[in-house]
T-cell receptor
Framework: DAKTTQPTSMDCAEGRAANLPCNHS???????VYWYRQIHSQGPQYIIH???NNETNEMASLIITEDRKSSTLILPHATLRDTAVYYC??????????????FGKGTHLIIQP | DAGVIQSPRHEVTEMGQEVTLRCKPI?????LFWYRQTMMRGLELLIY????????DSGMPEDRFSAKMPNASFSTLKIQPSEPRDSAVYFC??????????FGPGTRLTVL
């Protein structure tokens, strides 16, 4: 899987939008961008994924640049419960098959009251 | 659904003892993954199964580690003999095909 680069930590005020960047300059054409987060003492939790179009679900929005070399995860109205480590992962989507996730160090997002 | 279930949640054992970690995946999921998390190495994939068959065990650190999946609703990760450096949080995850992986709460293992 392509390597990703994320800031080590970020702060965001409660109620504001949290924008988490991720660089994946060596991404291949068949690789998707996935985001997971891990709240302290819990297992990782899936957030969203995308290939090249922007995606939105009930948790977040994912903005992928046109050249696909970077992306931004947006939490529109951050709450204290969004404090967690956020992992950006690039992986091949192989149709019906699956493989394990390769986690980097992620970004520790701290929501300030 | 109750989600992925792992047991025990905490395990403290002495060096040299056998440790067995258990996982019940989400019903209907055909993939099961075992991960380990430490401060030094972060989250690492150990092994994963598809339809109860091990597909990739290249992440298993050494022969002291073994994993089985006797049926679609149960998997074990065994360490024998255990060593202090095996202390970590072990996560089990499951997915249906290549969809998102659902993680369990983890087992915190401490080897004294």
């Amino acid at each position: 899987d392509a390597k990703t680069t994320q800031p080590t930590s970020m702060d965001c005020a409660e109620g504001r939008a949290a924008n988490l960047p991720c660089n994946h300059s060596t991404i291949s054409g068949n690789e998707y961008v996935y985001w997971y987060r891990q709240i302290h003492s819990q297992g990782p939790q899936y957030i969203i994924h995308g290939l090249k179009n922007n995606e939105t679900n009930e948790m977040a929005s994912l903005i992928i640049t046109e050249d696909r070399k970077s992306s931004t995860l947006i939490l529109p109205h951050a709450t204290l419960r969004d404090t967690a480590v956020y992992y950006c992962i690039v992986r091949v989507y192989s149709g019906g098959g699956a493989d394990g996730l390769t986690f980097g160090k992620g970004t520790h997002l701290i929501i300030q009251p | 659904d109750a989600g992925v279930i792992q047991s025990p949640r905490h395990e403290v054992t002495e060096m040299g003892q056998e440790v067995t970690l258990r996982c019940k995946p989400i019903s209907g999921h055909d993939y099961l993954f075992w991960y380990r998390q430490t401060m030094m190495r972060g989250l690492e994939l150990l092994i994963y199964f598809n339809n109860n068959v091990p597909i990739d065990d290249s992440g298993m650190p050494e022969d002291r580690f073994s994993a089985k999946m006797p049926n679609a609703s149960f998997s074990t990760l065994k360490i024998q003999p255990s060593e202090p450096r095996d202390s970590a949080v072990y996560f089990c995850a499951s997915s249906f095909q290549n969809n998102e992986q659902f993680f369990g709460p983890g087992t915190r293992l401490t080897v004294l």
